[in-house]
Nanobody, 123 residues
Framework: QVQLVESGGGSVQSGDSLRLSCAAS????????MGWFRQSSGKEREFVAS????????NYADSLKGRFTISRDKTRNTVWLQVNSRQPEDPAVYYC????????????????WGQGTQVTVSS
């Protein structure tokens, strides 16, 4: 089994930057792709970004490219999601996921999920 724990969420002002982290533990030798998804109230969970476990092949949702950066910390088995210039549509629960299909944006391609971390925007 693989355990994923997200952190870094909270309330930030619009326009500020935020960095989310996802710590992986357990059978991490089976990990191939790490992804971030988000789900706003009343909406479906949507793809944000993904990266291979070795830190290569970053992939982003077209509408979010340029403001989000995904990266992999190999020393701590952690994946980061940097969110720059927060926008009003960014508040959501952000989920970390692990799977085995490079470049996949489908939820079904990911086998393991974290509990999510809530991000809100304060006025």
């Amino acid at each position: 089994q693989v355990q994923l724990v997200e952190s870094g969420g909270g309330s930030v002002q619009s326009g500020d930057s935020l960095r989310l982290s996802c710590a992986a533990s357990g059978r991490i030798s089976v990990l191939y792709v790490m992804g971030w998804f988000r789900q706003s109230s009343g909406k479906e969970r949507e793809f944000v970004a993904s990266i291979s476990w070795n830190g290569g092949f970053p992939n982003y949702a077209d509408s979010l490219k340029g403001r989000f950066t995904i990266s992999r910390d190999k020393t701590r088995n952690t994946v980061w999601l940097q969110v720059n210039s927060r926008q009003p549509e960014d508040p959501a629960v952000y989920y970390c996921a692990a799977g085995g299909v490079l470049y996949s944006r489908d939820l079904s391609a990911y086998d393991y999920w974290g509990q999510g971390t809530q991000v809100t925007v304060s006025s």
